[in-house]
């Protein structure tokens, strides 16, 4: 099911280059903020690892 979605996106951004402008643009800012604010980094390692650390101390409690 992914790949028909991930297909049809792809078929989306070469049908219509104005979204794939508006989406890379979009990308790109998001992309900055990210570089720009170092607490945006933490909160998205953050949100990365915790389903890993979390796991981890489960094991090691149990």
Known sequence: MMRIIFGILL???VACPTLAAILLAILGS?????ATYPPL???AAGIWA????TARVRG???
Do not use: S, T
Request: positive net charge; hydrophobic residues 85%; proline residues 6%.
């Open 60 to 62: 090691w409690v149990a």
């Open 11 to 13: 078929g989306l951004l």
């Open 50 to 53: 915790w389903p890993r650390i």
């Open 30 to 34: 998001i992309a900055v903020a990210v």
């Open 41 to 43: 980094i933490a909160v």
